[in-house]
């Protein structure tokens, strides 16, 4: 595809179910990016990937939260037991892993739990 | 580590005036990228501009041109002729090599970003 692709758009789930978010890169880009977006703020680092590997996972706020990718490219971000806290904006970005190459996000995925 | 501050959290500025958001980062480096995102409503965060630590030259993209100085740390975006279009959440963010290990994410650090409004 021409771009970062997310799915599903929105998510709606109550609390105590699981999630999963779908990342899909833009082909050829071998780092890939999960970032959350509460309401109105900022951007809070989740996790990140390079090829099929997470070298920082510094960013996922508790052992509910558990990413993979595989092939290189396909992302997916597992969250157990949702919270209410949990719901947010969460946003994946993909780019070369070059110091000169911006991040291209997808439209993001917003999930609430209710 | 690097930080990343943008200390307006909200600007307004009249349709076709020139509205410029301020960023200031602290980082130990002497080469890296800046780069000013936009996040309108859709929620995509689009790329407005980037800028290499090493040139001095400002960079521009047609009404979108920053102030880059390098010794005050200070990389602010002018955005001329302001549109309706421009109206969105802007996030200025700094990048460093990658696997830099004084920078968490990759060495990617974002600002919290500025709204900015644009009155008609």
């Known amino acids: 595809g021409a771009g970062v692709s997310q799915s599903p758009s929105n998510k709606v789930t109550e609390k105590g179910k699981d999630v999963e978010l779908r990342c899909d890169p833009i082909?050829?880009?071998?780092?890939l990016y999960w970032y959350r977006q509460s309401l109105g703020q900022g951007l809070e680092f989740l996790i990140y990937f390079q090829g099929n590997s997470a070298p920082d996972k510094s960013g996922l706020p508790s052992d509910r939260f558990s990413a993979e990718r595989t092939g290189g490219s396909v992302s997916t971000l597992t969250i157990q037991r949702t919270q209410q806290e949990d719901s947010a904006v969460y946003l994946c970005?993909?780019?070369?892993?070059?110091?000169?190459?911006?991040?291209?996000f997808g439209n993001g995925t917003r999930l609430t739990v209710t | 580590a690097q930080t990343v501050t943008q200390s307006q959290p909200e600007m307004s500025v009249q349709e076709a005036e020139t509205v410029t958001l301020s960023c200031t980062y602290d980082?130990?480096?002497?080469?890296?990228?800046l780069f000013w995102y936009k996040q309108p409503p859709s929620r995509q965060m689009i790329l407005v501009i980037r800028?290499?630590?090493?040139?001095?030259q400002n960079a521009t993209e047609n009404r979108f041109s920053v102030n880059f100085q390098k010794a005050a740390k200070s990389f602010s975006l002018k955005i001329s002729d302001s549109q309706l279009g421009d109206a969105a959440m802007y996030f200025c963010a700094y990048r460093s090599r990658p696997g830099y290990s004084g920078g968490g994410a990759d060495g990617l650090t974002f600002g919290k970003g500025t709204h900015l409004i644009i009155q008609p």
């Open positions: 082909s050829g880009h071998t780092a």
């Open positions: 970005a993909s780019s070369f892993r070059t110091r000169d190459s911006p991040l291209h």
């Open positions: 800028q290499e630590a090493y040139k001095q």
């Open positions: 980082t130990s480096e002497s080469d890296y990228y």
